[in-house]
């Protein structure tokens, strides 16, 4: 969980270097303000995420949870900055089944609560900064909260409008994945 190394050097003289690593410049996640709607503000701007295991994953500094940047079923292309491949969409019972495997590693699915946090409301579908989370779908995304109203049924949130939805379980989802602990109350 360390953050991406970058070395800048400086001469002068010749008879000194300076080295600097371990910074994460902010240039690292591109600002997102140009795709929302006019005087419409961000509520996840990309300023509020750190890239972390070689842009893999972002932490986000307002809640302090870790978050994949690809659904379960793409892949990081480190290169083009974005996430490549067609994200598994899979009922929520095969979700659990398959990242069961990913576990070891802390990731899970997140919290109804979690998942909103990266909902971003300042423009149309995908309701998501595409800057922090590339190739992201309007879809549902399944998340670990059960609906304790509803018989099988699940909430999700469906990235389309960044609406909570409560699915039943055989309906498919896609799987974003999480880790850490949530903080109880983000900065004001």
């Known amino acids: 969980m360390t953050p991406p190394r970058r070395a800048l050097t400086f001469l002068s003289t010749g008879c000194l270097t300076l080295s600097l690593t371990g910074l994460v410049l902010a240039a690292d996640i591109p600002d997102a303000a140009d795709a929302c709607l006019k005087g419409v503000a961000e509520t996840t701007p990309s300023s509020d995420f750190s890239v972390i295991e070689d842009g893999k994953a972002v932490k986000h500094k307002t809640t302090s949870l870790e978050w994949q940047r690809c659904a379960l079923g793409q892949t990081w292309d480190a290169k083009k900055n974005v996430c490549s491949g067609r994200p598994k969409s899979v009922t929520w019972d095969r979700a659990n089944r398959l990242i069961e495997a990913q576990t070891k590693d802390g990731w899970r699915l997140p919290t109804g609560e979690e998942l909103l946090s990266i909902v971003e409301r300042c423009h149309p579908s995908p309701s998501i900064n595409p800057q922090v989370f ?55």
């Open 134 to 188: 590339p190739n992201t779908q309007g879809s549902l995304f399944w998340t670990s909260s059960i609906d304790s109203g509803g018989l099988g049924r699940v909430w999700s949130v469906s990235f389309f409008k960044g609406s909570y939805y409560r699915p039943g379980k055989a309906q498919n989802g896609l799987i974003r994945l999480v880790r850490g602990t949530m903080k109880s109350e983000p900065p004001q």
